[in-house]
């Protein structure tokens, strides 16, 4: 597995429009907080989020794997350069590089727990 395809499994673009959702999240909620603990918060929100989602879509290709073969030959794990094992390795080292960054935040972390769980059944429940 190159790093190339560690990073392309997770959809870096996807990912970046959520922490810009997070940014603009906190920018919405800023009342009463000092500046620095506010940006600690940006930059602390935004590193979860893209792990946390990182998580999310490499769980997601691993449960769709026989869909992605037809319909998305072209993501790593159908095409062969990332091994089922290798993405449920990424999918752990994602997911626990987010929880660990969310126990630094209170609400950052019961977030991601919540995160955790939907994630985590999503593959179970298919489409609704």
Do not use: H
């Not at 996807?14 to 922490?19: D, K, Q, V």
């Not at 290709?61 to 159908?78: A, G, Q, S, T, V």
């Not at 062969?80 to 449920?88: E, M, N, P, R, Y």
């Not at 955790?116 to 999503?122: M, P, Q, T």
């Amino acid at each position: 597995m190159r790093f190339k395809d560690a990073v392309e499994i997770i959809r870096p673009v996807n990912c970046l429009m959520g922490a810009l959702t997070v940014i603009i999240g906190l920018l919405n909620t800023r009342l009463g907080i000092p500046l620095d603990r506010f940006f600690i918060n940006i930059i602390l929100g935004v590193f979860i989020y893209i792990f946390i989602a990182a998580s999310g879509m490499v769980i997601n290709d691993i449960y769709d794997l026989e869909i992605d073969k037809i319909n998305r030959p072209e993501r790593p794990i159908p095409r062969g350069s990332i091994t089922l094992k290798q993405a449920k390795i990424l999918f752990i080292i994602y997911l626990c590089f987010g929880l660990f960054l969310s126990i630094l935040n209170t609400i950052f972390f019961s977030l991601s727990i919540l995160n955790f769980v939907l994630v985590s059944f999503f593959g179970f429940i298919g489409w609704v």
